[in-house]
C-alpha cells in the first residue's frame, strides 16, 4: 500500500466549483489541481497522470464526456472519474459510463457524499 | 496617488479572471509581480481604485487595457533557439511521422508566423540543417510571415545582437553566422535563402486563403495576444492551413484549450503539440 | 460554382465537410447568409463544419444569428450547446436581447446556460439580471452560477439578495461556500 498522497484533478469551468471541491478533498488528505475545461485537464494529465479525475460536464471546448473518451483513449495510466453534472436525466448518466466514467454525481454535492465515492474509487484502483 | 492597494480577495478575483481567458495562472508566490503590474495599469488607466480598473478591463469593447496587461505579465522575447524543446520535437518525433504518410519526392511545409526577426525561421533552418539527417532526402519549404513589412525586411536581412545568439552552442554559431565589425551577427545566404518571408494579417481571410498545405506551424507566443474572436478566426486559419496529420506548436505558457475545440492533444517525449485530425 | 451568395449557400450542402466548411468560413462576409448557416447549423454533424459556421455566425452578429445559436441551447447534444455558449460569449451585443428572455426559460438548463453566457455582456444591467435571478428562480443550480459571476461583478447591491439566497437553500453547503467567497469578493476582504 502506496503511502504517496493521491492526486485528484478537479475540472469544472467554474471557479467557485474548483475550489468548493478542492476544499473538500484537500481537507481529506488529497493532493488536488485544477483544470478549467476538458482540454486542459487533458494536457494536465498527460504531462503527469492523477489517481483519480472529477470532472463537469458542460465545458467550453472539450467538455467531460470528450474528456473521458480522451483519457481512456490515450496510452496512460487509466484512473478513476467521476462525472458531476447539474444534468439529471437517466440518458446523462447513462452517455458518462458509456464515455467511462466511474462514478456520476449531481451538482450541488455535498461534501461526505463526494469523499465516499473518491475514497471508495481510490480504494478499489477502480478503472473503466 | 493615493494608496491604492490590492486586497488578497483582489487578486484571487484578479488571478481568476485572467486564468479564464489566457489559461495563464498566478500561484500566490507571483503576488508581488501582479500586485505591481496591475498597480502600474491602475495608475495608467487614471483609475480611482482596483474595483474600477476590474470592471474596465472586464467590460471594454475593445479589450485593449487586457491586451496591454497580458503584454505586461508575460515575456516576449525572441531569440535563436527560443523553447527549443520544440524544435528537437519537430525531427525527433513529428518530422518521422510525416515522412512516414508522405509520398517520396512530396515536399515537407513549414510555417512559422510571426517571423518577427526571423529568429524562429532561420533556427528551424539551422536545426534541420543540423539535427535531421533525411533532410537530403526531402524538399523542405519553410514559410515565415508577419503583419509588419519593417519587421520583415530585417528578417530578411538575417543580422543579430549578441543577445539574440546567445542560447546558440558556439559551434552553430561559428557555422551558420559571421562576425560583424560593429559586434553583430549575420546568417549566411545559405540559410537566408532558405527561408520565405512573406506578409500575412493573420485575421484577414484574403491574406491567409492560399496557406494551405502545410506540414506543420509553429505559432508561438502570438495567439496569447489576440482578443478572444481573433484567436478563434487565427485557429481557424491554422486548422484549414494544415494537411490532415500536420500539427501546430504553440508558446510554451499557451494552450488551445481556450482556442479551438477541432485540434488533437498529442504528447511526445520532448513536446505537448496539436495535431489535425488524420482523418479531416 | 462562384464563390458568391448563391454559390456559397449551395456549396454549404455538399457532400463532403471540407467543401462545407470553406463555404462556411466565406460566408461570413455575406450578412445576409444568417438564416442559411442557421439551417444548416441543425443539420450539421462534423464538428469543423460547426465550428465554423457558428464562427461566422458570431461576425455576422445579427438577431438571426443569435437566436440561432440559442437554439443549439437546447440540443441533446453537449458539445454544441457548449459551443454555443462559447460562440454567444464572442458576440455579447447581439447576444443581450435574446439572453435576457432565455433567463425566464421554463427549462432550467437553458436558464443556467443563459446565465453563463451573461458572463461576457458589458450590459449595466447584468448585476441586477443576476440578483434577479438568486431571487427569484427556484431551481439551485441556476441561481449556484449566478452567484459565481455575481463574486466577480457584484457591488454591494447585490449583498442583501446573497444573504437572502444563503438561507433560502440553508441545507445546502455548495451555496453557503459560493454565497459567503461572493461577498468577501465584493467587500474586498
Not at chain 2, 478591463?57 to 491586451?67: I, N, P, T, Y
Not at chain 2, 543580422?159 to 561559428?174: E, F
Not at chain 3, 455579447?92 to 446565465?115: H, K
Request: charged residues 30%; proline residues 5%; aromatic residues 10%.
Amino acid at each position: 500500500m502506496s503511502a504517496q498522497v493521491q492526486r485528484i484533478l478537479v475540472v469544472d469551468d467554474a471557479a467557485t466549483v474548483r475550489m468548493y471541491h478542492r476544499m473538500i478533498l484537500e481537507g481529506a488528505g488529497y493532493a488536488v489541481e485544477e483544470a478549467f475545461n476538458g482540454l486542459e485537464a487533458l494536457e494536465k494529465a498527460l504531462a503527469e497522470p492523477y489517481d483519480l479525475y472529477v470532472v463537469d460536464i458542460n465545458m467550453p471546448k472539450l467538455d467531460g464526456f470528450g474528456f473521458i473518451r480522451e483519457l481512456r483513449r490515450q496510452d496512460l495510466p487509466q484512473a478513476p472519474a467521476v462525472m458531476v453534472s447539474t444534468e439529471a436525466q437517466p440518458e446523462d448518466r447513462r452517455q458518462a459510463y458509456e464515455a467511462g466514467a466511474n462514478f456520476y454525481l449531481i451538482k450541488p454535492i455535498k461534501p461526505q457524499e463526494l469523499l465516499s465515492v473518491c475514497r471508495l474509487l481510490l480504494k478499489t484502483g477502480a478503472k473503466a | 496617488m493615493g494608496d491604492v492597494q490590492i486586497s488578497d480577495e483582489d487578486f484571487r478575483k484578479f488571478r481568476e479572471f485572467f486564468y479564464r481567458k489566457t489559461g495563464i495562472y498566478f500561484e500566490d508566490g507571483k503576488r508581488y509581480f501582479v500586485d505591481k503590474r496591475l498597480l502600474e495599469r491602475i495608475e495608467a488607466t487614471g483609475s480611482a481604485d482596483f474595483r474600477s480598473y476590474f470592471t474596465k478591463l472586464r467590460f471594454q469593447a475593445s479589450g485593449e487595457e487586457l491586451q496591454t496587461l497580458i503584454n505586461l505579465m508575460t515575456v516576449n522575447e525572441t531569440y535563436f533557439f527560443r523553447e527549443e524543446y520544440q524544435f528537437k520535437c519537430l525531427v525527433e518525433s513529428m518530422l518521422p511521422e510525416i515522412v512516414a504518410r508522405k509520398k517520396p519526392g512530396s515536399r515537407i511545409r513549414i510555417w512559422s508566423i510571426p517571423s518577427s526577426s526571423g529568429e524562429e525561421a532561420y533556427s528551424i533552418a539551422i536545426y534541420l540543417t543540423e539535427y535531421w539527417p533525411p533532410l537530403a532526402e526531402w524538399d523542405v519549404e519553410l514559410i515565415s510571415s508577419d503583419i509588419d513589412t519593417a519587421i520583415l525586411e530585417r528578417a530578411k536581412e538575417g543580422r543579430y545582437s549578441a543577445r539574440s545568439v546567445q542560447a546558440l552552442p558556439l559551434k552553430i554559431l561559428k557555422k551558420y553566422f559571421r562576425n560583424l565589425p560593429n559586434g553583430e551577427y549575420q546568417i549566411n545566404d545559405d540559410l537566408r535563402a532558405a527561408v520565405e518571408f512573406t506578409r500575412v494579417n493573420l485575421v484577414d481571410p484574403a491574406d491567409t486563403r492560399p496557406y494551405r498545405g502545410f506540414d506543420v506551424i509553429f505559432c508561438r507566443n502570438l495567439l496569447i495576444y489576440f482578443d478572444d474572436l481573433s484567436r478563434a478566426k487565427a485557429a481557424e486559419v491554422f486548422y484549414d492551413a494544415l494537411l490532415p496529420g500536420g500539427f501546430i506548436c504553440l508558446g510554451h505558457s499557451e494552450s488551445m484549450s481556450r482556442i479551438s475545440s477541432l485540434f488533437r492533444v498529442r504528447k511526445f517525449p520532448q513536446a505537448i503539440v496539436y495535431q489535425k485530425p488524420e482523418s479531416s | 460554382m462562384p464563390r458568391d451568395l448563391a454559390g456559397l449557400i449551395q456549396r454549404l450542402q455538399d457532400d463532403q465537410a471540407s467543401v462545407r466548411r470553406w463555404a462556411a468560413r466565406d460566408l461570413a462576409a455575406f450578412p445576409e447568409a444568417s438564416q442559411a448557416l442557421v439551417e444548416r447549423l441543425r443539420r450539421e454533424n462534423d464538428p469543423g463544419v460547426r465550428e465554423a459556421i457558428m464562427l461566422s455566425l458570431v461576425q455576422i452578429g445579427d438577431r438571426t444569428a443569435a437566436m440561432g445559436l440559442a437554439e443549439c441551447l437546447r440540443s441533446d447534444d453537449a458539445q454544441l450547446r457548449n459551443e454555443a455558449i462559447e460562440a454567444m460569449k464572442l458576440m455579447p451585443e447581439a447576444a443581450a436581447p435574446v439572453i435576457t428572455d432565455l433567463l425566464s426559460d421554463p427549462d432550467p438548463d437553458v436558464r443556467i446556460f443563459a446565465v453563463n453566457v451573461l458572463e461576457s455582456l458589458r450590459h449595466p444591467e447584468v448585476e441586477q439580471w443576476l440578483i434577479d435571478v438568486i431571487r427569484r428562480d427556484d431551481h439551485i443550480n441556476v441561481c449556484a452560477t449566478a452567484v459565481d459571476l455575481l463574486g466577480e461583478v457584484g457591488s454591494a447591491t447585490a449583498l442583501p439578495a446573497l444573504a437572502e439566497l444563503k438561507a433560502r437553500f440553508a441545507d445546502q453547503p455548495y451555496i453557503a461556500f459560493a454565497v459567503d467567497l461572493a461577498i468577501r469578493r465584493i467587500r474586498e476582504e
